[in-house]
């Protein structure tokens, strides 16, 4: 299998998980940074997977995201999987009030948590042609009001729906289309919420498991979903969270 990751940060990143798993089962994988900040952290890992395809993918810049599925085109003629991890929102509008939210802020929580993801499985599609699959990540907090969360749970909810409408609109060409919602990990991206702490002890507390979940056992589950053996399996939103999310908060 030959498949793209995108949103990986660094060694503790989601995205770092499931690549690793994925190298793991035989994978070719393409690895992109966000910035040249980022680089430094990515390039390191890309080695470790022996990535041939490692390059900068800005989602908001359609310049960069043309660049990289010409390069995949180019260098394997198609794509099996698609692995989007990314989700950002600007500091004052996550850890404000909802009803307080910027239209600005909202709008870019949006833009680069949900909507990259549809902009991506539009530029996957004709390499896709045989089939495949794509694997986004939410969290809980996309059906339950999370402390601390703002306006990422929205945002999350609009991901899995749009889960379910590409699912729907992308099956009949054989790629599916899921979702992971995982319980609370940390990772660079989480240390952004101001009551990441209290989330951990409540999960690992609360979950019918009382253990936190672990990047490798989000990376084992996004690699059967992205693998054949998930090949019945679309517009699903999958927990990964040792059933917190059956108790709540």
Request: charged share 20%.
């Given at each position: 299998?030959?498949?793209?990751?995108?949103?990986?940060?660094?060694?503790?990143?989601?995205?770092?998980?499931?690549?690793?798993?994925?190298?793991e089962?035989?994978?070719?994988?393409?690895?992109?940074?966000?910035?040249?900040?980022?680089?430094r952290?990515?390039?390191?890992?890309a080695?470790?997977?022996?990535?041939?395809?490692f390059?900068?993918?800005?989602?908001?810049?359609?310049?960069?995201?043309?660049?990289?599925?010409?390069?995949?085109?180019?260098?394997?003629?198609g794509?099996?999987?698609?692995?989007?991890?990314?989700?950002?929102?600007?500091?004052?509008?996550?850890?404000?009030?909802?009803?307080?939210?910027?239209?600005?802020?909202?709008?870019?929580?949006?833009?680069?948590?949900?909507?990259?993801?549809?902009?991506?499985?539009?530029?996957?599609?004709p390499?896709?042609?045989?089939?495949?699959?794509?694997?986004?990540?939410?969290?809980?907090?996309?059906?339950?009001?999370?402390?601390?969360?703002?306006?990422?749970?929205?945002?999350k909810?609009?991901?899995?729906?749009?889960?379910?409408?590409?699912a729907?609109?992308?099956?009949?060409?054989?790629?599916?289309?899921?979702?992971l919602?995982?319980?609370?990990?940390r990772?660079?991206?989480?240390?952004?919420?101001s009551?990441?702490?209290?989330?951990?002890?409540?999960?690992?507390?609360?979950?019918?498991?009382?253990?936190l979940?672990?990047?490798?056992?989000?990376g084992?589950?996004?690699?059967?979903?992205?693998?054949?053996?998930?090949?019945?399996?679309?517009?699903?939103?999958?927990?990964v969270?040792?059933?917190?999310?059956?108790v709540?908060?």
């Open positions: 299998m030959r498949g793209l990751i995108v949103g990986m940060a660094n060694d503790q990143s989601l995205a770092w998980g499931c690549a690793e798993v994925l190298r089962a035989g994978a070719e994988l393409a690895i992109t940074y966000q910035n040249e900040k980022a680089r952290f990515v390039e390191p890992l080695q470790e997977l022996e990535a041939p395809i390059m900068p993918l800005d989602v908001t810049d359609p310049v960069q995201v043309e660049a990289v599925f010409a390069e995949i085109a180019a260098l394997w003629g794509l099996d999987f698609l692995l989007h991890s990314i989700a950002y929102a600007p500091k004052d509008d996550l850890h404000g009030r909802v009803v307080d939210s910027s239209a600005e802020g909202f709008r870019t929580a949006m833009d680069v948590s949900c909507h990259s993801l549809i902009r991506l499985a539009r530029h996957a599609e390499l896709m042609a045989g089939g495949g699959s794509i694997l986004t990540m939410s969290f809980y907090g996309s059906e339950k009001v999370v402390p601390g969360y703002g306006i990422m749970g929205p945002v909810a609009a991901l899995e729906a749009s889960v379910r409408y590409l729907d609109e992308l099956g009949a060409q054989g790629i599916r289309v899921n979702a919602s995982t319980g609370p990990v990772t660079r991206a989480a240390s952004g919420l009551h990441l702490d209290e989330l951990i002890r409540l999960a690992s507390d609360k979950a019918p498991l009382h253990q979940v672990t990047v490798e056992q989000i084992q589950m996004a690699a059967f979903l992205l693998g054949p053996r998930a090949r019945f399996v679309t517009g699903q939103t999958i927990y969270d040792s059933g917190y999310n059956v709540g908060g």
